[in-house]
Structure formats: C-alpha cells, structure tokens
C-alpha cells in the first residue's frame, strides 16, 4: 500500500530534550516536505527536500534540522524543543519538486512541556 | 506575498443541508489551487483542485470553480452527509510550486 508513515504518532517531552520523529515514504517520491498544524494558522512548511541531500528552509525552520540521506526516509529533528514547538506535524510527499498531489503522513503530537 | 483567507468555522450543518465554504486568495500569477480534506486523527487528503481560470474541480460530491475576477474558489457540496464532518484547506500553488495553506474551516454535521 503506498503511504507516508511517521513516528511516533504522539509524544510527549520536556523542554531540552532532543527528539527526532521519523517520516517514510514507499512511493519512490522525489519530493518531501515537513510542516507544522496550529490552531487558526492552517500548516506552515518547515522544511523540504527536493531529493536525496537536498533540503532547504520553509517558513518557520527556526529550532528544527532536517536531513536527507536515503529517498525514502526525512527525518525532524528537535535538538532543544520548546514550549512553543508543542504542534502537530505532517510529513508529506510528492512525486516530483511540489508539483504533484501530496500525501500526507498521518501527523504525529508533540507536547513540550 | 501570496496567501489565503477562509472562512472561520467552525462550520455546523444538518444533514442534506447545502454546504459553502468561502476561500479567497491573493497571488502573483496564476497559481492552481487546491481543496484539502482532513478526517479526525488522520493526515490530509486531496479533495480537488483547478489548475486554471474557470476550471472547475469536483469530487465526492463536492465542487469549487476557479474565479479569478474575484479571486475565489469556494467549495460546494449539494447535500452533505454526517460522514463529511471534517476540516477542509483551500490552498495555493505558489510560483515556486510551494502551497500556501488557509487556516482551515471545520465543518460539523449533525443528523
């Protein structure tokens, strides 16, 4: 079944303490992308990556990394998280450089306390 | 820069009732723009989408055509269903080919 999977779906940190969530892809898509969902904000885009070693900044990529070593895999990474980084992220993923329909993980909840 | 207004929801319908949700956006250019759907606890889904004035896209029984004289591309639905309880992004394609999103509305149907 093709998909975007993320882990974990829900966590809950305390401020300082690095995480990482995973996000995998099987459809041989060139394009991903991360974002964040709040609430009256709609999603704003973290950080994309047009393909393999390639990622560059969105809107709001102050306090998070990215990388992209294998196609398939782009993983978040919160090297400090905040308060304010407590959001729903998505991962998605498109066939080529955003110019295709995206599919979307299923979202994972970060809580910073 | 580009962006997107929706309508604030949420949005509380019954059943069979006739469904508009507003979206207006502002661009340079002609970007395509798109209706995302998202159920509870899942990601988004594509709904439809309109790569061009006057085009209309269409799905599960929803509608929304691309108006450029007024910068709009509200979504329709003739007769909506409990199961259509959602929240629903109208969002842009910008020249960059990078969405810009609307805050989304969530609708609430109740039988």
């Known amino acids: 079944e093709a998909q975007v999977t993320q882990n974990p779906r829900y966590l809950i940190t305390v401020t300082g303490k690095k995480l990482t969530v995973t996000c995998s892809q099987n459809?041989?898509?060139?394009?991903m992308s991360w974002y964040r969902q709040d609430p009256g904000l709609g999603l704003r885009q973290i950080y994309y990556?047009?393909?393999?070693?390639?990622?560059d900044k969105g809107d709001v990529p102050e306090g998070y990394k990215v990388s992209r070593k294998e196609k398939r895999n782009f993983p978040l990474i919160l090297e400090s998280p905040s308060p304010n980084q407590t959001s729903l992220y998505f991962c998605?993923?498109?066939?080529?450089?955003?110019?295709?329909?995206?599919?979307f993980g299923p979202g994972t909840r970060l809580t910073v306390l | 820069g580009d962006s997107v207004t929706q309508m604030e929801g949420p949005v509380t319908l019954s059943e069979e009732a006739f469904l508009t949700i507003n979206c207006t956006y502002t661009?340079?250019?002609?970007?395509?723009l798109f209706w995302y759907v998202q159920y509870p606890g899942e990601g988004l889904q594509l709904l439809l989408k309109?790569?061009?004035a006057d085009d209309k896209g269409s799905n599960k029984g929803f509608e929304a055509t691309y108006r450029k004289e007024t910068t709009s591309f509200h979504l329709e639905k003739g007769s909506v269903q409990v199961s259509d309880s959602a929240v629903y992004f109208c969002?842009?394609?910008?020249?960059?080919?990078?969405?810009?999103w609307g805050a989304g509305t969530k609708l609430i149907i109740k039988p």
């Open positions: 998605a993923s498109s066939m080529r450089t955003g110019r295709d329909e995206q599919f």
């Open positions: 661009a340079t250019g002609y970007p395509s």
């Open positions: 309109a790569t061009k």
């Open positions: 990556s047009m393909n393999v070693e390639v990622t």
């Open positions: 459809m041989n898509h060139e394009y």
């Open positions: 969002a842009l394609r910008d020249s960059n080919y990078q969405l810009i």
